[in-house]
């Protein structure tokens, strides 16, 4: 198998090689270094790689599983990171110039989790500024660049996770979800982004953006490589005061089942008030693919997602001041301007409005909960378009022109406020060649059960196994 073929594998089919020992760690790592090379200076997928240090583990790791000590799936598997995971003895910039030289001490509680499964670090990845924005577009480390079309943006603020991934740098990545930044960058790059229910996973050791709204999630190829993900980070973690206290469960248990008498509602309100055509008529195609699987799938109405934004808004911008409060008044010229004047608008929210904000949080948590009683999971467009050009501050959309800082995040946000398990997987292309995702929003902490819906759509189509032309 070449190298190129090696980079494209998912990550079960190249643990089942590993396991079976047809596949060497060793060569799986240096085909995805031989990647990286070849085609980072054209993506900028990352701000620090670590070529001798992942060749270093997978050495490691062939010894092991030769040995008979194959610690399971992630085993020798080549994964990336934001660049705000900390990592003991590794720069972790936060996509920022104030923490350039920021060197932890210590592990995040997913990476102690990355080391114990085996996992293979490359690198970290490209960032949004403190993983304020929905572009990736990096005043300090130049932005990131869609593998699908390099003039255009991939998505952020986990826009070197998406564009990793997606162009066979690594198997999959972790980034971080507080109003869609897992979400939007695998929309944008077509691959599979999950948010898992608030707290599932640790945030111990994850530089914050936002406390009440923060989310890390994996980004892989497949729904099922998520769930493999999934089964290595999730689970409590007392160091995290958000962290749940729940059994072990396997992500993969429902892969598979099919879909019948599984219940689907569409949102009319919000989600359609300013979108592209081709992103509406993918994913009305897809709803009708998980049709013919059995599901029962109906337009519904939803009014209370119109206060999305306020509430998302006023609650981040509010929360991530106080984080940056320090650096505000000690390094203001620091900081990518637009992310100063966002955090300046948080400094200067009023108490009263951040309280407001929580209460309507809570009403709106309300009203989405008696409608997730009658459907099993909603189906909605990740972004309204496909990816924007990183030349071009303004977007057309339906007959308006929307800044696209304001337009990535705008249909992921509901869900990091009510916290439910949100899955985003490539349901099409554009006509000029960008993909489109879709959402998929379950239960909470049913997270394995959108697994399965968005792997049985993913197993009745083919849009999972199309590669970027990089």
């Known amino acids: 198998m070449s190298p190129g073929e090696l980079t494209y594998l998912s990550i079960s089919e190249a643990a089942e090689r590993i396991a079976r020992k047809e596949l060497s760690p060793v060569e799986l790592v240096r085909a995805h270094l031989e990647r990286i090379r070849a085609t980072d200076d054209k993506l900028n997928s990352f701000i620090t790689l670590l070529a001798d240090e992942a060749m270093e583990s997978a ?83 130049g932005p990131a660049h869609n593998p699908w079309n390099v003039e255009r943006v991939t998505g952020g603020s986990s826009g070197g996770s998406g564009a990793s991934v997606a162009s066979g ?9 507080t109003g869609g930044s897992v979400r939007i960058p695998a929309g944008a790059c077509g691959i599979v982004g999950l948010k898992p229910t608030f707290g599932l996973v640790s945030r111990y050791g994850v530089y914050p953006l936002s406390y009440s709204l923060d989310t890390v999630g994996p980004m892989t190829r497949t729904v099922r490589d998520n769930a493999l993900v999934m089964n290595v980070i999730a689970g409590h973690d007392p160091r995290d005061p958000s962290s749940v206290q729940r059994a072990g469960e396997d992500y993969t248990r429902y892969l598979g089942e099919d879909l019948e008498g599984v219940r689907i509602g569409i949102p009319q309100d919000y989600f359609y008030d300013a979108i592209d055509k081709e992103v509406v008529d993918a994913v009305y195609a897809a709803a009708e693919v998980l049709r013919e699987l059995g599901a029962v799938v109906a337009e519904i109405s939803m009014p209370v997602l119109q206060h999305s934004i306020p509430i998302s808004g006023t609650i981040l911008l509010t929360e991530a001041a106080e984080i940056h409060m320090e650096s505000l008044k000690t390094r203001p010229d620091d900081f990518d301007p637009d992310v100063r004047a966002r955090l300046e608008t948080g400094a200067l929210t009023p108490a009263i409005d951040y309280i407001k904000a929580q209460r309507a949080r809570t009403a709106f948590n309300r009203e989405a909960g008696e409608t997730m009683k009658e459907f099993d999971a909603l189906l909605a467009p990740t972004l309204p378009v496909g990816s924007p050009k ?81």
């Open 169 to 177: 740098q690594c198997m999959g990545a972790l980034g971080s979800d």
């Open 390 to 470: 990183i030349s071009e501050p303004t977007v057309q959309v339906a007959g308006r022109e929307i800044h696209k800082l304001a337009l990535m995040p705008s249909l992921t946000r509901p869900f990091n406020i009510t916290g439910q398990p949100t899955i985003s997987v490539p349901c099409g292309f554009t006509s000029d060649g960008m993909p489109i995702g879709m959402q998929l929003a379950g239960r909470s902490f049913e997270d394995a059960f959108v697994l399965k819906i968005a792997h049985a759509y993913e197993q009745a189509t083919d849009w999972h196994t199309r590669r970027p032309p990089i």
């Open 59 to 141: 050495r490691e790791a062939e010894q092991a599983i030769q040995n008979g000590d194959h610690r399971g799936p992630l085993h020798g598997i080549p994964i990336g990171l934001k660049d705000l995971y900390y990592t003991k003895g590794i720069r972790t910039t936060i996509g920022s110039k104030i923490k350039r030289d920021f060197v932890p001490d210590y592990d995040a509680a997913v990476m102690e989790r990355f080391r114990a499964s085996g996992a293979v670090l490359m690198g970290k990845l490209q960032m949004h500024e403190f993983a304020l924005g929905g572009t990736s577009e990096n005043p300090h480390d």
